[in-house]
């Protein structure tokens, strides 16, 4: 039995070199045992601390989030779902966990000390906890925070953001499930409208061939376009504006600015202008009565007149050096 101590003594260093190595690898395949099964790990206080303490050979991609209604937080309701296609796609795609990396989410509800340690006042916020030890570790501790501040945040978005701090690992491409209950409704969708207007063709399509319906449909384009109805949707114009003396201002100045209101009282003036022209043009000389063609001539001829008038007096209205001017409306 004198071998024994001797034995003893031999295998105490190797023990001791297992004990240090044991628990950090040990950990990681734990935590990607339960990942495997459901990812991102939904984590606590307990459970993150253990995750991303320090020494640590494999890196960590943490969620910290506030999910319930009570906080209002938007964002991270709208970035949950992209979040979890990212951690399902990345398991699924290296199950032996290859890449060395496990997805975790941290709520508000279940993570209010770790929330409270790291000085956290709003959500979401990500974080990446790179190894410090292994052939990955790199010489800061500090964990990578993810900028939210651009907005909502696609699963692509934040993949190419993790992959460019994992070089050297497997980068699983990222597999969104198919939405086969769209699908399903959409194809219905496509086939009751086909089949609708199959049935209803004999009353559309006398409609869709009359040349007046597509003259009328032209016209009501060209007006909403040179009236400017694009401008106020790209400038997000307001509808009117006060005068400064209770009053209300329905044109703006210059020709780099204008009001809703004033693109309907514009659109509605070339519309009348039209209108009036081509009445002048087509129905005034297929009328047979000579009187009533003169009152025609007459009345469309004063109204383009008076409407002229006052489409120049808008311009001075734009600009106050506009030198054309029309009666009645000087």
Request: hydrophobic share 45%; charged share 15%.
């Amino acid at each position: 039995m004198r071998w024994l101590p001797a034995l003893l003594s031999f295998a105490l260093p190797f023990g001791a070199l297992a004990a240090k190595k044991s628990p950090s690898v040990d950990r990681f395949q734990e935590f990607h045992t339960k990942a495997v099964a459901s990812s991102p790990i939904k984590l606590a206080d307990n459970s993150y601390k253990k995750l991303t303490s320090a020494p640590r050979d494999h890196s960590v991609a943490v969620l910290l989030t506030a999910l319930d209604a009570r906080y209002g937080c938007q964002l991270c309701g709208e970035f949950q779902p992209e979040w979890d296609v990212l951690g399902k796609s990345w398991v699924r795609g290296d199950k032996k966990g290859e890449s060395r990396i496990i997805f975790g989410t941290l709520d508000f509800a279940d993570g209010r000390d770790t929330f409270l340690s790291l000085g956290l006042q709003t959500a979401p916020v990500l974080l990446l906890f790179q190894p410090t030890t292994g052939p990955h570790a790199v010489p800061a501790a500090d964990p990578i925070r993810y900028d939210f501040t651009s907005g909502p945040q696609s699963a692509e978005t934040v993949y190419a953001w993790i992959a460019r701090h994992l070089p050297d690992r497997p980068h699983p491409p990222i597999y969104r499930p198919v939405n086969y209950v769209g699908w399903v409704v959409t194809i219905v969708s496509v086939l009751g409208i086909a089949g609708a207007l199959f049935k209803l063709s004999p009353w559309i399509l006398p409609v869709l061939q009359n040349r007046n319906v597509w003259a009328g449909l032209s016209l009501i384009g060209i007006l909403l376009f040179t009236s400017g109805h694009m401008f106020n949707q790209i400038r997000k114009v307001p509808y009117v504006s006060g005068n400064g003396k209770g009053g209300i201002t329905y044109f703006a100045g210059g020709f780099q600015s204008q009001f809703g209101l004033e693109t309907q009282i514009v659109a509605f003036i070339y519309g009348l202008l039209s209108f009036a022209a081509i009445s002048l043009a087509i129905k005034a000389p297929r009328t047979r009565d000579t009187k009533l063609q003169q009152i025609m001539v007459i009345g469309w001829g004063l109204v383009m007149v008076i409407t002229y008038s006052f489409l120049m007096s808008i311009f001075r209205i734009k600009n106050g050096g506009y030198p054309f001017k029309l009666p009645p409306f000087m």
